[in-house]
């Protein structure tokens, strides 16, 4: 059923030895979306994914792929790119690929066509029959790309998928994951690129020392986290505003501050203000939180309170 989420993990935790890994985590992903993981190192992000692609058995808790728990035909549904390379490196690139395809239920016919066109389509189609160890670091992630999408996964489970990419393959690979999205897969996209997080994903989850700590869509986040705080060009004195907390250079542009505002006074109130002062104001700017800076903010708070 189209409305049975994806994923669904119901209150799961994981110990190894001393080490609480996930305590008590719950989430879901639905049919067609781009979902955000994030964490610092450490915070619990791979034995979650691990422990969704069931190579990780929970020690309490739940997770269902597709409405149930995970079985075993579900492996060909679901694919996973590691952060760590894992390819054969002194096979050839098709053959590598041909391989991976048929070990995904793919029949010899249809793995090589879908060879052809996943190298057409990242323009690698000329090192067919390079080994994979003569590829440059960049060229073997697409190749790992490819092989994680050859088989048309339902759910596609990518941790840190433009590691190593240069701007020009990035955008390739961002299109081909929103290309995911659009034909009903579902993908986690697990990256410590916020900009990435901010282009692809519409919801996130955050995790530090195995809890959530962040969950929710991108504008829910950055309207509970965000800083109120405008970028002004005027000739008023900001500082005497009673609105305002304080007033930095802002060192976007010269000429401007930020103003940071007081809990509870909003930027059309400071806007009155300004102009009831006669003030002359050549630029006036909501400033939204960075999600980078959101991150930070949130891993250090939670690494602060143990």
Same mark, same amino acid.
């Given at each position: 059923?189209?409305?049975?989420?994806?994923?669904?993990?119901?209150?799961?935790?994981?110990?190894?030895?001393?080490?609480?890994?996930?305590?008590?985590?719950?989430?879901?992903?639905?049919?067609?979306?781009?979902?955000?993981?994030?964490?610092?190192?450490?915070?619990?992000?791979?034995?979650?994914?691990?422990?969704?692609?069931?190579?990780?058995?929970?020690?309490?808790?739940?997770?269902?792929?597709?409405?149930?728990?995970?079985?075993?035909?579900?492996?060909?549904?679901?694919?996973?790119?590691?952060?760590?390379? #894992?390819?054969?490196?002194?096979?050839?690139?098709?053959?590598?690929?041909?391989?991976?395809?048929?070990?995904?239920?793919?029949?010899?016919?249809?793995?090589?066509?879908?060879?052809?066109?996943?190298?057409?389509?990242?323009?690698?189609?000329?090192?067919?029959?390079?080994?994979?160890?003569?590829?440059?670091? #960049?060229?073997?992630?697409?190749?790992?790309?490819?092989?994680?999408?050859?088989?048309?996964?339902?759910?596609?489970?990518?941790?840190?998928?433009?590691?190593?990419?240069?701007?020009?393959?990035?955008?390739?690979?961002?299109?081909?994951?929103?290309?995911?999205?659009?034909?009903?897969?579902?993908?986690?996209?697990?990256?410590?690129?916020?900009?990435?997080?901010?282009?692809?994903?519409?919801?996130?989850?955050?995790?530090?020392?195995?809890?959530?700590?962040?969950?929710?869509?991108?504008?829910?986040?950055?309207?509970?986290?965000?800083?109120?705080?405008?970028?002004?060009?005027?000739?008023?004195?900001?500082?005497?505003?009673?609105?305002?907390?304080?007033?930095?250079?802002?060192?976007?542009?010269? #000429?401007?501050?930020?103003?940071?505002?007081?809990?509870?006074?909003?930027?059309?109130?400071?806007?009155?203000?300004?102009?009831?002062?006669?003030?002359?104001?050549?630029?006036?700017?909501?400033?939204?939180?960075?999600?980078?800076?959101?991150?930070?903010?949130?891993?250090?708070?939670?690494?602060?309170?143990?």
């Amino acid at each position: 059923m189209s409305d049975v989420p994806a994923i669904r993990v119901d209150d799961v935790s994981k110990r190894f030895d001393k080490t609480l890994a996930l305590d008590r985590v719950s989430l879901e992903l639905q049919r067609g979306e781009i979902f955000g993981l994030l964490g610092p190192n450490g915070a619990g992000k791979t034995t979650l994914i691990r422990t969704i692609l069931d190579l990780i058995k929970p020690d309490s808790g739940r997770v269902e792929i597709f409405g149930r728990t995970f079985a075993p035909h579900d492996r060909n549904r679901i694919a996973y790119l590691p952060e760590e390379r #894992g390819l054969y490196p002194r096979q050839k690139v098709a053959a590598v690929l041909e391989y991976l395809g048929a070990l995904k239920g793919m029949s010899p016919g249809a793995a090589r066509s879908e060879v052809v066109r996943w190298l057409a389509r990242f323009e690698l189609s000329e090192y067919a029959d390079r080994k994979v160890e003569q590829l440059s670091k #960049g060229n073997q992630q697409k190749i790992q790309i490819c092989a994680t999408l050859i088989a048309s996964p339902e759910i596609v489970c990518l941790d840190e998928p433009l590691s190593g990419l240069d701007p020009v393959s990035a955008r390739t690979v961002m299109r081909v994951i929103r290309d995911c999205a659009s034909e009903g897969r579902t993908v986690l996209l697990s990256t410590h690129q916020m900009n990435t997080v901010e282009a692809l994903c519409a919801r996130v989850f955050m995790i530090a020392r195995g809890r959530r700590v962040l969950y929710g869509t991108l504008t829910e986040i950055k309207r509970e986290h965000s800083t109120d705080a405008v970028r002004v060009a005027s000739s008023a004195d900001c500082s005497a505003c009673p609105l305002v907390a304080r007033v930095e250079a802002d060192g976007v542009s010269q #000429g401007t501050v930020a103003v940071y505002l007081r809990d509870g006074a909003g930027a059309d109130a400071f806007l009155r203000w300004l102009v009831a002062s006669g003030a002359s104001i050549e630029s006036f700017e909501h400033v939204s939180t960075p999600l980078e800076e959101i991150f930070v903010r949130v891993a250090e708070h939670a690494a602060a309170s143990g």
